[in-house]
């Protein structure tokens, strides 16, 4: 007897489609999976996390996380990794933000801290996808949706790593009380702005 399987998955931006035909008389099997994605419509404004001399400070984005146990994990990736302040950033989807730590790294040492936290795994794995090796974060609108808005600082103990001057002056742009005469800073000046176009979530 001939059996046929259909399932689909729908996402924000996409519908997944598979297909398993078994036909057991012939003992075969036929497997198809496709993905049907909307396409790009809106063009948004982002920073990248790579610094002017090719280090790295740390990007990471939540999404269906509340606020309070992504502050318990950036506590916790302060006292294991000794890491300075992180800054908060709250979006206008309930339970997602962006967290950003100016301490800059290796991308060795950065993307090991990445795969520690429970960002969404595509964000954390970008890394290896993007040519321009770097993770981005968007600070312009996206489609018919806010700015990230700065909602709190995570205070750190410890504050001996050196941190990305460029990312610091933007933070403080972005509405962050950074007192840039504290703590040893890279003196880089110029930071990566990226503009993508995307059909993810913009409404």
């Known amino acids: 007897m001939i ?4 399932e689909t998955k729908r996402k924000d931006n996409y519908v997944s489609l598979f297909v398993r ?4 008389f012939v003992k075969k099997t036929f497997r198809w999976h496709t993905i049907l994605y909307n396409s790009p419509d809106a063009w948004v404004h982002g920073y990248s996390s790579r610094t002017q001399d090719g ?7 939540y999404d269906n996380l509340d606020k309070e146990s992504i502050v318990n994990e950036l506590k916790y990736l302060q006292e294991v990794h ?5 800054y908060l950033f ?3 989807r309930e339970n997602s933000f962006h967290a950003v730590c100016i301490d800059t790294f290796s991308l060795r040492d950065a993307y090991k801290i990445q795969q ?30 806010d700015c990230p808005e700065f909602d ?24 962050v009380a950074i007192d840039m005469k504290k703590g040893k800073w890279d003196g880089n ?14 409404k």
């Open 90 to 92: 709250r979006m206008d």
């Open 189 to 202: 000046k110029l930071l990566a702005f990226v503009d993508y176009d995307t059909a993810n979530r913009i």
């Open 55 to 61: 280090r790295y400070v740390l990007f990471h984005d």
């Open 116 to 145: 520690e936290t429970a960002c969404d795994l595509a964000f954390i794995h970008s890394i290896k996808n993007l040519q321009t090796k770097e993770w981005i974060l968007r600070w312009g609108k996206k489609g018919f949706r």
């Open 21 to 24: 035909l078994n036909i057991p």
């Open 152 to 175: 709190c600082v995570v205070k750190s103990k410890y504050g001996c790593r050196i941190k990305s001057m460029a990312h610091g002056l933007f933070m403080k742009k972005m509405g």
């Open 82 to 86: 000794n890491l300075g302040d992180y």
């Open 3 to 6: 059996i046929l399987k259909i």
